[in-house]
């Protein structure tokens, strides 16, 4: 752009807080985070300049503090459903994904599940 503002560009962001991240209501009841097996997930729709990778949004988006669990050094990030690294240079309406641990082996959970229903 010959006028020396920056092209601007529009970008989400998302992270599914895990069960021991619970929510905390302004009446101090945390009941809201435990009936969704977890926190609510933190959604955030942000204009970042042209050229921004996802580990510059992820910081200038405030998730960090918001959300103390997330470790980006442990935990994968990605870009719809991909992986992808912290120096990605966005593109205009990518959602940004922090991806947090499975909490139990899909393949334990389906035998189990079998298993009881079989028993049924």
């Known amino acids: 752009m010959g006028d020396g503002v920056a092209e601007r560009i529009k970008v989400s962001l998302s992270y599914a807080r895990g069960p021991q991240a619970g929510v905390v209501s302004d009446s101090g009841s945390d009941a809201i985070g435990e009936a969704a097996g977890g926190g609510l997930p933190i959604l955030r729709v942000m204009d ?7 580990g510059q949004a992820i ?54 599940r079998a298993k009881r229903d079989s028993a049924a």
């Not at 970042?48 to 996802?54: D, F, L, Q, R, Y």
Request: hydrophobic residues 35%; positive net charge.
């Open 48 to 54: 970042v300049e042209a050229g921004t990778t996802i």
């Open 59 to 112: 910081e200038m988006s405030g998730i960090l503090q918001e959300a103390p669990e997330i470790n980006l050094v442990t935990m994968p990030v990605g870009i719809y459903g991909k992986k992808k690294t912290l120096d990605t240079v966005l593109q205009p309406r990518d959602r940004i994904e922090i991806y947090r641990p499975l909490i139990a082996d899909p393949k334990d959970a389906r035998r189990r």
